[in-house]
């Protein structure tokens, strides 16, 4: 360190201003739970869940962080953790692709991943463990935020963030372990957040507001659209591209978009997969992939489907993300309450009777 950087390390310091501003160490525990998980009041579908959670807990750290995850698994099949977009440079043994990087980790065992935060942006975690199921059926994703050193001068404009994840779910599957549903999957269950329409959320904006949308695509494409606005996409698998305005946006899976919207049009809004068949839930339309968005201040009609819905703030994680760094949990997410006994899985199961 010259002796410059030294006195504007010590300027900053004495500024209040180093904490924050220089990698840290965030070190976290997470288990994999199995579980009976309910997506609609049809489909109750068997998970494995990072926390016990669908979607997995966020994880939110601050590029050049140096991260640290002990992975616990309590289920009864092999698993891993798979941190998407993260570069791991010089720490390929870190990456989660059993037989490849690392040996599965087996029931009963844990495993510890260590790397540095490298890529900043709307990353995700997943297992790599037969994908086609655990991926595809079974709930293994949740999302990373590594904010940016250098965040562009619109995203430092945003007011209010919210994480949006996509995924369809095969309920001829449900019910059976081991089933990764090909050939012939046939998603036939959809759901934002792990919850098909109308059992997610509102998102709740005030006009004025700078919304940021970062929309997952883990399982399934997506074609999503926000009623009465126009979106500014700002960047892809989060890094930022010259940003470019849409109304429809759409992602293949694994893909990632922030789309940045000026809330200007008060009013009750529609925002939903554009794939028709997304917007389903057992082969019964208006559900799956579809939430609303909804202005503070605006009188909702007596006919409005979510009128008296209890709101929960952080169902798109817009509470966490505010929180300082670490891991957060959403109770909402979770298929069992982790402080109290394990319930029993249910006898007999809600999906559409195949
Ligand atoms: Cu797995
Ligand atoms: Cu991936
Ligand atoms: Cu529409």
Redesign the pocket.
Known sequence: MTAASRAACALLLALGLAPGAQAELRKFDMT?EEFDFEVAPGLTTKV?AYDGQVPGPLIHVREGDDVEVTVQNNTT????VHFHGTYQTGTWQMDGVPDVSQKAIEPGDSFTYRFVADKPGSLWYH?H??TAE?IDL?G?WGPMIVDPKKPTALEKQVTKDAIVMFSGWDSSVAKEYGKNGVPHRELDYFSINGKSHPGNQPIRVKKGDVLRLRLYAPNAPVAFHLHGHDSLVTHKDGLPITPYPVDVIAMQPGERYDLIVRMNNPGIWMAHDHIEEHTTAGGKEGAGSMLVVEYEGIDKPGFYMWKDVAYDPDFYLSESLKKPYGKHNNPGFMGFDPALPRPAAPAAGGHAGM
């Open positions: 994999i494995w099949m092999s698993h891993t297992c463990v037969n655990h079974r293994m």
